[in-house]
């Protein structure tokens, strides 16, 4: 299985709920990303926390790191109907020369 | 505002056609990434490139080939188009190598092969 796995696949909350979506990789890193990508166009980057950082905040997002667990989650709150898109970690092993993607989740806000 | 700007946002190619996907970026970005995302499969590396006209390999090369002629522009080649090529195609690039401050990805180019 891929390194950075999100975890759940999709999840649909009303607006003004909190959304909270989870990381899983397997490899030591030195950062992990997340991403936001509306649909049919290109990732945007939200946040970066770096492997001796335990949490970050910007605006609405809340991102935690817990490396002996190796995972992380991404907590927007207060969400509203503009946050629907898909949210994807990214991790950049210590041994590798990439960052690699998981495969996302979908998270739908009603309105 | 900054940009990677990428060609096309919809391309339709038949079976066996050499298909250009451009991608343009105006940070003077040393690093440049081409990746394809496929639904239950994220994103996959293909080729990157952190120098002019220096090249590596990502997780999926085959039947693809690139061209970093100048810093600001990295070209995905499609040698002979086929079917399973049939994708959403992203370029992004970064300051440092590696991504380590974060990737700045273009709107994507969705290309189907017939």
């Known amino acids: 299985s891929q390194q950075g796995e999100e975890d759940p696949q999709a999840l649909s909350i009303q607006e003004g709920e909190n959304a909270t979506m989870n990381c899983s990789y397997k490899?030591?890193?030195?950062?992990l990303q997340w991403y936001r990508q509306n649909s049919g166009r290109g990732l945007v980057h939200l946040i970066l926390?770096?492997?001796?950082?335990r949490e970050k905040h910007s605006g609405r997002l809340r991102v935690t790191l817990d490396t002996s667990k190796k995972s992380s989650s991404l907590l927007i709150t207060a969400s509203r109907a503009a946050d629907t898109a898909s949210y994807f970690c990214?991790?950049?092993?210590?041994?590798?020369?990439?960052?690699?993607f998981g495969a996302g989740t979908r998270l739908f806000v009603k309105a | 505002d900054v940009k990677v700007t990428q060609s096309s946002r919809y391309l339709v190619k038949r079976t066996g056609e050499k298909v250009f996907l451009e991608c343009v970026q105006d940070?003077?970005?040393?690093?440049m990434f081409w990746y394809r995302q496929d639904p239950g499969l994220g994103l996959r590396l293909i080729y990157f490139?952190?120098?002019?006209?220096?090249?590596e390999k990502g997780d999926i090369p085959e039947g693809y080939s690139v061209s970093r002629e100048k810093k600001e522009r990295f070209s995905l080649i499609l040698e002979s188009a086929s079917t399973n090529q049939t994708s959403m195609y992203l370029c992004?690039?970064?300051?440092?190598?590696?991504?380590?401050?974060?990737?700045?990805f273009g709107s994507g180019t969705r290309l189907t092969v017939v």
């Open positions: 992004a690039s970064s300051f440092s190598f590696r991504g380590r401050n974060g990737y700045t």
């Open positions: 490899t030591s890193i030195n950062n």
């Open positions: 490139s952190y120098d002019v006209k220096m090249k």
């Open positions: 940070m003077d970005h040393e690093n």
């Open positions: 926390i770096r492997s001796n950082e």
């Open positions: 990214a991790t950049d092993d210590t041994g590798g020369f990439k960052t690699i």
